[in-house]
């Protein structure tokens, strides 16, 4: 399993188009992913479990894979968490 802590900097956070992208770029990876915020863990690949944990910009989260590419899969998403998606 690869583990990376990442404090979401895009302006939006979690929301709308940015959510629709995270979860359309975690869906791209063989590898189980999760993404983790204040205690509750989401399974990346889910829309609504995503924008269920309300993530806004600021907040620390906690990504995690197994599998295959798990650590591309970590690596790419925190980059989609640190910028906005146009």
Request: charge should be negative; charged fraction near 25%.
């Amino acid at each position: 399993m690869f583990t990376k802590e990442v404090t979401v900097r895009c302006e939006s956070g979690l929301h709308n188009k940015q959510v629709t992208y995270f979860v359309q770029k975690a869906n791209e990876f063989r590898s189980s992913v999760w993404l983790e915020s204040e205690n509750r863990r989401m399974n990346a690949k889910s829309l609504l479990g995503i924008m269920s944990l309300g993530i806004v910009t600021g907040a620390v989260v906690t990504l995690s894979a197994e599998g295959p590419d798990a650590e591309d899969a970590v690596n790419a998403l925190e980059l989609m968490l640190l910028r906005d998606v146009y």
